[in-house]
């Protein structure tokens, strides 16, 4: 195969798209939208810049693709979320696996990045509309399954509760990126288990 053959396999043809999207839920997770530049991405993706703009045409689609992506992807940097939709725990712990900490490998210089979601709409800034109104229906979505968990673990007023386990979750994910550190996710839990088995009348 040809130098040119061989360019032609890896930067464009069939597979394309899928690069780009694991490119960027990798970068745009990890690193930041801003701080990921397209010449990164197309580095990453294996594409060429012409590749990428082919498939998206500009930064705010392919925002727009990464944010699909995070709630499809398996293991990704949204799954701690899917906890609740495991039907083989039961409701309590669906709610207390959501406080789990995250893993840090400090010695590889890993960060605590939080929630993807809402790192996009802090960079997006207003600038970016759709991304803004992806993720608030993303977030109502949340609260909701929260209030429905509650709901099925027999808590008294399951509105309540789920609004309030939103609000610990969302600020132990803040406080953790803010100070680099998983231990947040520890706090929060002990308090969400206080919130939780006083809802459902569970002895403390």
Known sequence: MTDTMTTAATSGGRGARERILKATVELFARDGIHATGIARLVDVAHVSTRTLYQHFPSKEALVGAYLERLESEPGGPAQIE??????D????????????????????????????????????????PDAATFVERHKRELVATLIATAEAAGAAD?????????????????????????????????????LIDSAIGRPL
Do not use: K
Request: glycine share 8%; proline share 8%; with cysteine.
């Open 89 to 128: 725990l039961a409701p309590r712990d669906r709610l207390l696996a959501l406080f789990a900490a995250p893993p840090v490998d400090r010695a590889s210089g890993q960060v605590v990045r939080g929630c993807p979601f809402h790192n996009t709409v802090v960079e997006a800034a207003g600038r970016m």
């Open 158 to 194: 399951p509105e309540e509760l789920g609004g309030q386990l939103a609000i610990l979750f969302e600020g132990a994910r803040a406080l953790a990126t803010s100070l680099n550190d998983p231990q947040p996710f520890e706090d929060a839990r002990g308090l969400a288990t206080t």
């Open 82 to 87: 899917t906890v609740l939709l495991c039907e």
